[in-house]
């Protein structure tokens, strides 16, 4: 129960905490004789099927019972939610106020994720769920909300149109709220990789993507995206010089063995919502590791319409450092969900330095990187903040060093929350959220160094310094 989640009285200043990963049966059993009140009152959140919720009453009996893990048993194991908490909302009553958040007497909805569902998308239905429940908890208390989403993944055409991406921009139209996403470490990981053909029938611009795998890479997936009514062939060569040739009018699945690596393929057709067409290449290791050294795709036109296309590989995080392209592409690089148009997408700096923190996520996610004119909807990121070098507080009321939007990202929450503080609830301007909050950030927003041409896809307009 960290002290810097609460009030000058010792009270905390969450409102409600729902864990996602928490079995309502286990949390019963955990309940001492004396707390009997809360004796098989653990459960989900009404209109939810998973986790448990507990209340500001019950938080509160947890920190006075001496034993809070058995009454409130939600434990932030990693420390990064705490971490990104501290950024928006820490009260400072450790060392003496030395880092206190940004907006320290805000009330808080803490939700953990639960864990992905085998075979599913990297905790999209988990991340939906908690969105709803704080915007129907928000319009419950009748209070203005700041959602702070310091995650994010490489999966998908990353132009907006994915459900995730959908629904948020859906969601940020519903109560009073913002939502400010991170836009992702990816910068300068090497993990993209775009281009553009001639257009007409059957040219000769073939085009080729060296891609560096690193030694014992275990399992990995490469992401190919282009429109739908763009048709081509693709050669993959091997390290060691063989070849398998593909069409991307293959709909469906299919299998390759190349070397010693087994290479799932899935060809995808359009969905109801975006002309685009996924190939999905799966590497998979006929013994331990994906072979080392170089692959090669080389993309043939046949029919060129439109022309654009990406290739994505997963976060860098869980690949090999020298598993990357050879040639990337850093712009759209941003990470989904912070390429949808309605969420505030925040980018790092260095605040020492007054410097673009180049593993930051960037780019205009609803244009090809060749368009020549940007309109001011497809500014992404919208703005920067302080990303580099930030003191957070870790576990057992530590102090550390943290890098990356992730932490970014809870300046401009909490900043949005002092916003919508003095237009909503002092009666200032009750219309004060949504996009008139992110119109308002990017317009008071000072210049950062070195970043002269507007606009800009690696900060968006302007940069935000918030000091913590």
């Not at 939810?48 to 500001?56: A, D, I, P, R, T």
């Not at 293959?250 to 390759?256: A, E, K, L, N, V």
């Not at 008139?436 to 690696?458: H, M, Q, S, T």
Request: net charge negative.
């Amino acid at each position: 129960m960290n002290t810097e989640f609460r009030d000058k009285a010792g009270n905390t200043r969450i409102k409600y905490l729902w864990d996602q990963t928490l079995v309502p049966e286990r949390v019963n059993a955990l309940i001492p004789e004396e707390y009997g009140e809360f004796a098989g009152k653990a459960s989900p959140p009404e209109g939810f099927h998973m986790g448990v919720e507990f209340s500001e009453y019950r938080i509160n009996a947890a920190i006075k019972s001496g034993m809070p893990e058995r009454i409130v048993p939600s434990i932030d194991t990693s420390g990064h939610g705490t971490a990104v908490t501290s950024i928006a909302a820490g009260s400072g009553f450790l060392l003496s106020g030395q880092y206190q958040g940004v907006a320290p007497e805000s009330e808080l909805l803490v939700i953990k994720m639960g864990n992905p569902a085998p075979d599913s998308f990297p905790k999209t239905t988990e991340l939906m769920r908690a969105i709803t429940y704080a915007v129907k908890k928000a319009v419950q208390l009748e209070m203005p909300l700041a959602v702070n989403l310091s995650f994010g993944n490489t999966y998908g055409s990353h132009d907006g149109t994915s459900l995730v991406e959908r629904f948020l921009d859906n969601v940020a139209e519903i109560g009073r709220s913002v939502v400010c996403v991170g836009s992702g470490n990816e910068g300068a990981a090497g993990g993209h990789h775009a281009g553009s053909f001639e257009m007409g029938e059957n040219s000769s611009d073939r085009k080729r993507i060296e891609l560096n795998v690193d030694q014992y890479q275990l399992s990995f997936g490469v992401q190919l995206w282009k429109d739908y009514s763009d048709q081509i062939d693709i050669e993959l060569v091997s390290p060691g010089g063989e070849t398998i040739r593909l069409s991307d009018r293959q709909i469906g699945s299919r299998s390759y063995v190349i070397e010693n690596t087994e290479i799932l393929l899935y060809a995808g057709e359009p969905s109801p919502y975006s002309v685009k067409q996924e190939i999905y290449f799966d590497f998979l290791p006929m013994q331990t590791y994906v072979n080392q050294g170089v692959w090669t795709f080389t993309l043939i036109p046949v029919r060129t319409l439109t022309g654009g296309y990406d290739l994505y590989l997963p976060a860098s995080n869980v690949l090999n450092a020298g598993t990357r392209f050879f040639v990337p592409t850093p712009e759209k690089t941003l990470t989904i969900p912070s390429t949808a148009a309605k969420v505030i997408t925040v980018g790092a700096y260095n605040g020492e330095l007054e410097s673009y923190a180049d593993f930051s996520g960037r780019g205009y996610p609803t244009q090809g990187i060749f368009s020549e004119k940007i309109l001011a909807r497809e500014i992404k990121p919208d703005l920067a903040a302080p990303g580099v070098g930030i003191n957070v507080v870790g576990t057992n009321n530590s102090f550390v060093q943290v890098s990356g939007t992730s932490f970014a990202t809870p300046f401009v929450t909490g900043s949005a929350a002092l916003m919508m503080e003095w237009g909503i609830v002092q009666g200032n301007d009750p219309f004060l959220f949504g996009e008139k909050v992110k119109a308002y950030l990017r317009n008071g927003a000072k210049p950062i160094r070195g970043e002269r041409e507007r606009p800009d896809d690696k900060v968006g307009d302007y940069d935000i310094i918030v000091s913590s």
